[in-house]
């Protein structure tokens, strides 16, 4: 995620996105105005105020929790993110939306799991055309991630298709109706959103890519690395489907001849200018599926909804934030702060940092789980380390806590006051943030179930799969300023 280290790599498959323009608001035909009027609880006001000032419809009433999709496949987890959107897929009924930054493709791999899925699904439309009378449409959009084979950046677009062609599957098959496009972000920086959204009533957001490293570790290329979804059915999944669309129009279509074989693809097909973006009828109706409220947080260049509703959520906290973040680090200069944290004054901090301290300093009691390795590992320390410096100097050490996994983790999620859970892609690293950020999707709920199995699963990884944050030497020398 280091964006100057990789920018070479983007620069023949990219564009700079100059003039981005703004998202395009949903409005399902279906839905009339004041439908869901002002919420009630005090953070769904916080998140609803900053929704409506986009425009379009309010969506965020008539919602039900389905429930959080997980990996790695266990005991706890006998299904896993990527079989659940398999099941998904094959009861689909006219549409399926998938967006995902990262594409592993080969037996055994999430990306065979999902294609072995729409395999199934074109043999019942093929079967029962009368079945779908609305057809069936597919479309993928994939993230534009480095590509250090290709100088158009296809390598995984091709890959998908070359799977899906391998298994019989068509791109285009008039007959039945049958329709499947595979398009791959096109600006720079690249897009980590991760959703799916099926027949415009179910929606997932999530934080995993379709890569083997969320796979059992005991498994061919697994790493046993946590992540979860949320998934929602209601209004709030045609928010998805803007976020999916607005990820369309920035995005280039593979084309290629009809009928290509699989061995053909690499040779035959080519990223193009995407068509705009359409959906079958009755995927773009909006129903109303149960009583929960949710917001649907996107933001890229040019549209940041999901960082001030972040900062909101932090700013209206009362009593307790509880986060899971794979990544919590201070700006790239001050990735090594915990060896000096005097080159790193709060000034400096990232935007979300500075909304943690702001709550620390108000009395809310805030947790943080978080990892220790790879990349990630230093920056990580000095996060902590930097807001441990500003607590300890206001003798308001005791309201933070921060422990490692002693697992692997790649979760976004975080619960406040008991009263909103929110989870996606969005990390708390300056690369998901502000107008040079990656593109990036969460979703949030008041739905009293989700905020209770999320708390379970945090409390439960606190208490029996995580270990202290080892105090920096220096700290105990910081002076104290009660007065600052």
């Not at 043999?123 to 993230?143: I, S």
């Not at 009263?419 to 990656?438: K, P, R």
Request: glycine share 10%.
């Amino acid at each position: 995620m280091v964006l100057a280290a990789l920018a070479g790599s983007w620069a023949g498959a990219a564009d700079l996105p100059l003039w981005p323009g703004p998202l395009r608001q949903p409005s399902p035909p279906n839905w009339a105005p004041g439908t869901c009027g002002v919420p009630t609880g005090r953070l769904e006001q916080r998140l609803w105020e900053l929704t409506r000032q986009t425009g379009g419809a309010d969506l965020t009433c008539g919602n039900r929790f389905l429930g959080f999709v997980r990996t790695p496949r266990s005991e706890q987890t006998p299904q896993d993110a990527f079989e659940v959107l398999g099941d998904e897929v094959r009861g689909a009924r006219s549409e399926v939306l998938l967006a995902s930054m990262e594409w592993m493709t080969g037996p055994g791999k999430p990306g065979s799991t999902f294609a072995q899925a729409v395999r199934d699904l074109y043999a019942r439309v093929a079967a029962d055309p009368a079945a779908y009378p609305q057809g069936m449409t597919l479309r993928v959009v994939l993230g534009g991630f480095p590509d250090f084979v290709r100088p158009d950046g296809a390598s995984q677009p091709l890959a998908l298709a070359r799977d899906l062609r391998r298994l019989g599957v068509p791109l285009a098959d008039e007959r039945v109706g049958w329709t499947l496009s595979i398009l791959n972000y096109r600006f720079f920086p690249h897009s980590h959103v991760k959703l799916h959204v099926i027949d415009g009533r179910d929606l997932t957001v999530s934080g995993y890519n379709f890569t083997d490293w969320h796979l059992p570790a005991q498994e061919a290329g697994g790493r046993g690395l946590h992540d979860l979804g949320l998934r929602l059915s209601g209004p709030v999944a045609q928010s998805g489907v803007a976020v999916f669309d607005d990820l369309w129009r920035h995005s280039r279509e593979l084309r290629c001849p009809p009928g290509i074989g699989p061995e053909d693809v690499e040779a035959g097909c080519r990223l193009e200018e995407a068509g705009p973006p359409t959906h079958p009828a009755t995927a773009q109706v909006a129903q109303t599926t149960g009583t929960a409220r949710a917001f649907m947080l996107y933001r890229r260049t040019g549209v940041e909804l999901a960082d001030v509703a972040h900062l909101a959520l932090l700013d209206a906290a009362r009593t307790g934030v509880d986060l899971m973040q794979t990544d919590f680090g201070p700006p790239l200069a001050c990735w090594y702060a915990y060896l000096n944290p005097s080159t790193c004054g709060t000034g400096e901090w990232t935007t979300y940092l500075t909304g943690v301290l702001s709550a620390l300093r108000r009395g809310v009691k805030v947790r943080l789980l978080l990892v220790d390795y790879g990349v990630g590992a230093a920056p990580n320390r000095s996060g902590v380390a930097l807001l441990r410096r500003e607590l300890w100097r206001r003798g308001i050490e005791d309201r933070f806590e921060a422990r490692y996994t002693t697992f692997n983790m790649h979760t976004k999620a975080l619960s406040i006051d008991h009263e909103m859970v929110v989870t996606g892609s969005m990390n708390f690293h300056f690369a998901s943030w502000g107008s040079l950020g990656l593109a990036e999707a969460a979703l949030a709920t008041s739905d009293p179930q989700a905020i209770a199995q999320q708390e379970a699963s945090f409390e439960d990884a606190w208490q029996r799969a995580s270990r202290p944050v080892p105090e920096e030497r220096w700290l105990r020398n910081v002076p104290r300023d009660l007065a600052f």
